[in-house]
């Protein structure tokens, strides 16, 4: 296996991975490649990697502990433990619970601003959630939350226990479990042992060092835990050995595992990931056998850690770079071959033999800086989507992406992509209402359907910047928080960067300025225009 991924790592240009094998109980653990492309350094089975989302399993069974003790109820709400809870719909106020919180039903818009870096910065994105409004109603549907669900879930477990999250991590989880390299905060990672992060945006080019080497603190709970392949396995024990870490340390009780393992939601695109989500952990169907799961990515490293009950393992692996599901896809099929185990299913195959209605599913969806469009062309269903300018630049990819949707089901479609480093994927377009599509989930994110009838006005802001720093900043903060049904069509500097033209489509000149000058006004000076979109700017007609 060795020798197989150093060259699977060689096809896909991915410097390192590190990966454990739990099996009847024994941790067996390997490392190929290097951790650091400029230095050579070798991967080792001690290099620290980064989890990415799989914190939210690590912080799931954290705050099952509080459950177990009876200090938590999964199903009281939220305010019972954080009084001044609010959001914008009063309803979602009064009955969001911890248990939607674990499983990613809440529809809380990630509305949080910029908490900070202090030891507050829980405290801070509750209270800087007042008007989040709702993506979706409470428990209508599953729709993944990067940060915000389980920074609450955080915030709860320190007005519980009386200490910051980070030290609930380390003295209730990380020492029962006997970690010694495993942290939730990334001053206290060995930088020494750190595996250094790395993109790939093409083979050719091969990796290049991350300009983002780590998550804001805001992510802590979902996604700031660094862990080694062995530690991350040692927690996944807890779920082969009903509540027992591998020292014999009892965790949590075995009907708090039953309890994390069986609580589930439906998952709209069942296919990616798994057609179920639990407390803290997906629920995957490979061939009739329940495995439970998680995967996490930061900018530049990613992790994978899969469950398998039935047979008495869990696989995980940790990588600086990625995250390619068909490369964890090849590794862990080999693996479990050898160990006679189940194997990974294959995405499902379109069906030819299905003939849509387009008009069923053709608009926009979206959410706060997201948006996807989905058109007919040529009898065939296309997904596109327009990246940021920051996230084109650092992924050297164009801003405007367009992928065809081929169907595998009225509701589930394959997303392939001619890009050499994308994988295909799947999308779930569903719930139809008067003959069309409510929602659309993708890489297991949720974004409804956007009403754009108010948003016909195209309005160029053209402004004399004083700030050149911080008015980039302001912009890239505010195309993530523009009014619903609202897009952001334009964003240009001059060459000497002290002018810049953004086109924004909104339902009036007077509600782009409210929204420009809340965010920039203080970096520039703006003058705002009603523009015609076909010939003023040199845009599309719509």
Not at 103 to 127: C, F, K, L, Q
Not at 352 to 360: H, S, V
Not at 515 to 532: I, L
């Amino acid at each position: 296996m060795r020798a197989r991924v150093a060259e699977l790592l060689a096809e896909y240009r991915i410097p390192s991975a590190a990966i454990g094998v739990l099996h009847d109980g024994e941790i067996t653990d390997f490392a190929v490649g290097v951790r650091d492309v400029a230095t050579r350094e070798p991967a080792t089975t001690g290099t620290v990697y980064q989890c990415g989302s799989v914190s939210k399993t690590w912080t799931a069974l954290a705050f099952m502990r509080l459950v177990d003790e009876g200090k938590i109820a999964l199903d009281e709400p939220v305010r019972s433990y954080l009084p001044g809870f609010r959001v914008a719909d009063p309803v979602v106020s009064a009955e969001v619970t911890p248990r939607h919180l674990l499983n990613h039903t809440s529809g809380i818009e990630e509305s949080y601003g910029d908490p900070g870096e202090d030891d507050d910065v829980y405290e801070r994105m509750v209270a800087n959630i007042a008007d989040a409004r709702q993506v979706h109603p409470l428990g209508h549907t599953h729709g993944y939350s990067a940060a915000l669900g389980y920074a609450i879930l955080a915030r709860v477990m320190e007005v519980t226990d009386g200490r910051r999250w980070d030290d609930i991590m380390t003295d209730r989880l990380f020492g029962p479990l006997g970690l010694t390299s495993t942290s939730s905060r990334r001053e206290h990672v060995d930088r020494g042992r750190a595996a250094t992060g790395y993109l790939v945006r093409s083979l050719e080019e091969g990796p290049v060092l991350t300009p983002l080497d780590h998550l804001p603190r805001s992510f802590g709970p979902g996604g700031n835990v660094s862990t080694t392949a062995r530690e991350l396995l040692t927690m996944a024990h807890v779920f082969l050995d009903d509540g027992r870490a591998p020292n014999g340390t009892r965790i949590v009780s075995p009907g708090i595992v039953r309890e994390m393992t069986e609580s589930r939601v439906p998952v709209p695109d069942p296919y990616l990931f798994g057609p179920e989500w639990a407390l803290g952990l997906i629920v995957c169907d490979w061939h009739g056998q329940t495995v439970y799961a998680h995967d996490g990515s930061t900018v530049s490293q990613s992790a994978r850690l899969r469950i398998l009950p039935e047979s008495g393992i869990a696989v995980a692996m940790l990588a600086n770079a990625g995250p390619r599901d068909s490369f964890y896809r090849k590794v862990f099929n080999e693996i479990l071959a050898d160990l006679g185990a189940v194997t990974i299913p294959a995405l499902p195959e379109p069906d030819p033999a299905l003939a849509l209605d387009p008009a069923r599913y053709e608009g926009s969806y979206g959410r706060p800086g997201t948006r996807y469009e989905v058109a007919a062309e040529q009898g065939k269903l296309h997904l596109r989507f327009t990246l940021n300018p920051m996230e084109a630049q650092l992924l050297d990819k164009p801003e405007q992406l367009d992928y065809e949707l081929a169907p595998i089901s009225e509701t589930h479609f394959l997303m392939t992509s001619d890009d050499p480093i994308e994988d295909p994927q799947t999308v779930a377009i569903y719930e139809f209402e008067n003959g069309s599509a409510r929602y659309l989930h993708t890489n297991c994110r949720v974004h409804p359907r956007i009403d754009e009838e108010s948003a016909t006005v195209h309005v160029m802001a053209v402004s004399t910047i004083s700030d050149h720093d911080g008015f980039w900043d302001s912009i890239k903060q505010a195309y993530g928080r523009l009014p619903e049904g609202a897009r952001w069509t334009v964003a240009v500097a001059s060459a000497d960067g002290t002018r810049a033209v953004n086109v924004i489509v909104h339902d009036s000149v007077d509600g782009v300025r409210s929204f420009f000058e809340e965010h920039a006004g203080r970096h520039a000076t703006t003058d705002y225009f009603e523009a015609d979109a076909a010939n003023a700017v040199g845009l599309p007609t719509l």
